[in-house]
């Protein structure tokens, strides 16, 4: 009872510290939410949008009227959102299978992608993978958290490269996130030396987190998850892609069948679900990213490296914590899954994974499978023994869950 009620009372004290903190969240997600709300009043957003269609999906208006919404909230021209996607690497490897050809050359400037696109790419063989198919794959790692602008500069200048990826948040890596300052200029830098490369953003975990998106940046496409950010903890899957309009075409035909594109796709119930996801996906994301701070400051204070520290400066919902202990990292993720709310009772164990190379714990007692932005703690275990925390609906059930980790580490 002690070491709880010490618990409590750190929490208490980190929360008097982070008035001003979460101020600056406030303010953030009040200007998201005014997007959102000016994006349903542009498209009059109504009842009516929330009927469902099967079978092929034709003449389903408030599957376009949600597209449209999302095209509004991003300044972009078009927008596939769809719950045909299975999880956000469907949509990025559905978006790289559609705008690559065999010779095609494929950029990543922010080191090596998530290990779920090894297999995509073809850094883990794989007879399907875009390289299986004669697309050729170069990267170009970060320099002390930024872009190497000149490795940059002389690859674009030397050879003719097809799609530059950048993926924002960090994975399961311990550099920082990109955000929207950087991104905004490596965007610029880039089509100054060539504009027709195509610039796709790997936009997960990080909607929201600012007041910019990465196309009214510069980007040609930007692909996220609706079980992370942008669904609120509503939507129960899909994904987005935005961008130009030809290149979403071409999304679209890569997901359906070239000739139908973005005119097939039954919506199935999931309009309303989408709606009201992107409607309370400022506030949740508000929630998470204060949650983020709360678990930083505290972490600290208890002796653990932490990254970002509670008053960097964020671009996704992600807290790295760093263990450099296997069993501390092992006991905190079973402490958030006590905190869950659903499974609750269950014990997670590190255990092999498909995409990963390492077993991987993952505490998620979530609604939604494999949801993100609901709370859930999760990593590879190897050495220095990092967890990736992320999400909370509300920021009473994160502290709570947050409580129930640490208690649980330290007993």
């Known amino acids: 009872m002690e070491i709880k009620k010490n618990i409590e009372e750190l929490v208490n004290s980190c929360e008097l510290k982070l008035k001003e903190k979460f101020q600056e969240v406030d303010y953030i997600c009040y200007q998201n939410s005014k997007k959102v ?25 408030g599957r376009d009227a949600i597209e449209a919404v999302f095209a509004s909230i991003f300044k ?17 490897s559905t978006t790289l299978f559609a705008l690559l050809r065999p010779g095609d050359t494929l950029l990543s400037i922010t080191g090596k992608p998530y290990d779920t696109l090894d297999e995509v790419i073809g850094i883990k063989e794989n007879k399907s993978s875009l390289m299986s198919f004669g697309v050729k794959y170069e990267q170009i790692d ?17 050879k003719k490269i097809k799609v530059i990826e950048i993926q924002r948040s960090r994975g399961y890596s311990t550099r920082e996130s990109i955000d929207i300052i950087k991104l905004k200029k490596v ?18 975990y990080c909607e929201f987190v600012q007041d910019k998106e990465p196309i009214e940046l510069g980007a040609d496409v930007a692909v996220g998850s609706l079980i992370k950010n942008l ?99 092992i006991k905190y993720c079973q402490g958030i899954q006590r905190g869950s709310a659903i499974d609750s009772f269950a014990t997670p164990y590190p255990a092999p994974m498909p995409g990963y190379d390492d077993e991987v714990i993952m ?49």
């Open 142 to 158: 970060l320099i002390d958290n930024d872009f190497d602008y000149e490795k940059i500069e002389k690859t674009l200048k030397s």
């Open 363 to 411: 505490a998620s007692g979530s609604f939604t499978q494999g949801s993100s932005i609901e709370i859930s703690c999760d990593g590879p275990l190897r050495e220095p023994y990092i967890a990736y925390q992320q999400g909370s609906l509300t920021y009473e059930y994160g502290r709570i869950a947050l409580l129930i980790a640490v208690s649980n580490m330290v007993d």
């Open 37 to 61: 709300l000016d994006a349903f009043n542009e498209n009059k957003i109504s009842e009516s949008h929330f009927n469902s269609t099967t079978g092929y999906g034709y003449n389903d208006y």
């Open 231 to 329: 669904g609120g903890g509503i939507a129960s899957n899909g994904a987005y892609v935005v961008g130009r309009k030809d290149l979403i075409e071409l999304v679209a035909e890569k997901l359906t069948a070239p000739g139908l594109g973005k005119e097939v796709g039954p919506s199935q119930g999931a309009n309303k679900m989408f709606l009201e996801g992107i409607y309370m996906a400022p506030s949740v994301v508000a929630s998470s990213v204060k949650i983020a701070i709360l678990t930083s400051l505290v972490m600290e204070k208890l002796g653990f490296d932490v990254s970002p520290k509670y008053n960097d400066y964020r671009a996704d919902i992600v807290q790295t914590l760093i263990f450099k202990d296997r069993d501390k990292m």
């Open 187 to 204: 965007l610029k830098f880039i089509k100054d030396i060539d504009s027709d490369v195509i610039i796709m953003v790997d936009n997960c």
């Open 76 to 92: 972009a021209e078009d927008a596939l959102v769809r719950n045909q996607f299975i999880s956000g690497t469907h949509a990025l």
